[in-house]
């Protein structure tokens, strides 16, 4: 065990490495005798681990097979996408009037997720309260607004896009009520979860002071968890906007539309321009609401 | 018992409760100003999204009747009267939300594969060429940027219809959205074994084997069981563009108002949810070490 302090000395050159190498191998059978332990055989568990990843390979190949991959179409397939993007250069709008469609569109995606995030936060907010322990002890009301919210969540955006279509016809506004609906979910579990760990001090000391039920959640409640609801607002905002560009695939307002429309007339300029300008709107508002939600965080130290 | 609460000397209890108005003033007013550019930005969101207060109340009532019709099959009795009615097309549902987890599977672990391969490059600790790290960020950083559906939408032009663009869709993005998290866990290691290893000559496979993957593990697989959780639903709309899946029957149900089916369908993918939700999370929190 005294050989390789002296070579570790001989620093990091290719032939001190390997010379280290040498050695350590040279150690390895003492060190085996020495601590069995770190050599043990194979375990129940390292068994179970090993058929499991067997299994999950296993069900990896024949699914590939299941869903009809092959080499051939693999090939295919990407020697297509080589020619798309290809013909993806220069990325351009074509003309002006096209450009400016495609801002307006824009536009449009920013404020269907704004309305569509506010319009959540206000729905979901009762729905936190009933859905937070600490707030309503009432174990049947607590289970069946959680279950509502899981049920409500378990519905994907593009999904409630296409029934709020059948409802209030193309649009936008469909796309405001489908990010409404499917934030609703998301944002009360989220407020639930917040007010749940909120910090039980400011309540009974409003409660000791003789304030009522609705005065305890008023000002022992809620300077607490306001500003962590606005930075999940915020983060929520964010993601909206996301969301928000691909809505309009089934008609719900936005960029989608054109994206979609742009992508199945394979005018891969234009796509390529609507995709770069996506990714640069959600860029400058990750980075806005990354300050704002600092700034409101940082101002006020409370529960998270 | 009887308590008695000092008081203050007037002149000085006045001066404290104007220091107070005031600063509460001064807060109160910054309130205002903030929710005021609030609501006008509000109010330009909902004239650019041409909302309309009186058709909002007009569709309430509409989605309010939608959600009946939902409830009502085509023969305008309730749904759960004919249980056999409502779920005829159980068998060939069943294959399809078969299909969906598949894909979601098979999408996953692409996915989860390409970012552990990536996620060495991308982290500082590792990997310290600042060249090499940066285009492996930034790679990541376009796969997850762009929304799956998107690329869903150009492999079925590439690929042609079925579930091989749905896979691959979810693949990209999930390599991106891993990427990143496995990157982050990876800075976050315990640098000492890394040292340790190397002290003894390894190599950079026998490195990461010994001295990170052990560290890392148990992250990894929690945040692809996420990402699993997160794919199923996504998978699930994969057929709105074609991609595979029961979202093809799902919309065709929708778009032609086949009320039963359209409720029957959205019941089994929420259940199926819900399931593989429940399952993962008990698996996620064993693997954290926290309570179930």
Known sequence: MNAPSSSSLAGHTASGVNRLREDALRELPHLRTRYADAFRPVTRNGILGVMLAVGLLALFITGFAELGFSFAKMIAGLDQLGKFVILMWPPTPGTMSRFLLFVHALGETVAIAALGTVLAAILALPFGFLAAKNVVANRIVHFLSRRLLDTVRGVDTLIWALLWVNVVGLGPFAGVLAIMCSDTGALGKLFSEAIETANRRPVEGVLSAGGGRLAAVRFGILPQVLP???????????????????????GAGGIGLHLSEQIRTLEWQHVAFLVILILATVAVIDALSTRLRSAIIGSRPAAT | MTTSVPTLPPAHSRALALRYEREIGARRSRVLLGLAVFIAAMATAGWMTEVN?????????????????????????????????????????????????????????????????????????LTPSPSIRFAARRFMEFCRSVPEIVFAL???????????????????????????????????????PVEGIRAT????????????LPQVLSGFVSYTLLRFEINVRSAAVMGFVGAGGI?????????????????????LIIVTV????????RIRHALTGMPA
Not at chain 1, 228 to 250: C, D, K
Not at chain 2, 106 to 120: E, M, N, P, R, Y
Not at chain 2, 247 to 267: N, P
């Open chain 1, 228 to 250: 962590v609801f606005a930075s999940q607002l915020l983060y929520y905002f964010e993601s909206n906007t996301r969301s928000a560009t691909i809505i309009g695939i089934v």
């Open chain 2, 53 to 125: 207060l009186g058709k909002l109340f007009q569709n309430i009532g509409a989605f309010g009747s939608y959600i009946v019709r939902l409830a009502h099959l085509a023969n305008g009795e309730p749904v759960w009267t004919d249980l056999g009615e409502w779920f005829w097309g159980l068998r060939k549902w069943t294959v399809l939300l078969g299909e969906t987890l598949l894909i979601a599977y098979l999408g996953t672990a692409l996915g989860a594969v390409c970012a552990f391969i990536l996620s060495f490059p991308a982290a500082f600790n």
């Open chain 2, 154 to 192: 150009v492999f079925v032009i590439a690929f042609g219809l079925g579930p091989i663009p749905g896979v691959l869709a979810l693949a990209i993005h999930g390599t991106g959205a891993l990427g990143k998290l496995f990157s982050e866990i990876v800075e976050n290691i315990d640098m000492a």
């Open chain 2, 201 to 212: 000559g390894a190599g950079r496979v026998a490195l990461i084997r010994f001295a990170v």
């Open chain 2, 247 to 267: 979202g093809q029957d799902l919309l065709e149900a929708i778009r032609k108002f086949y009320y039963s089916d359209v409720s029957a369908i959205l019941i």
């Open chain 2, 274 to 281: 819900m399931l593989i939700d429940m399952v993962t999370e």
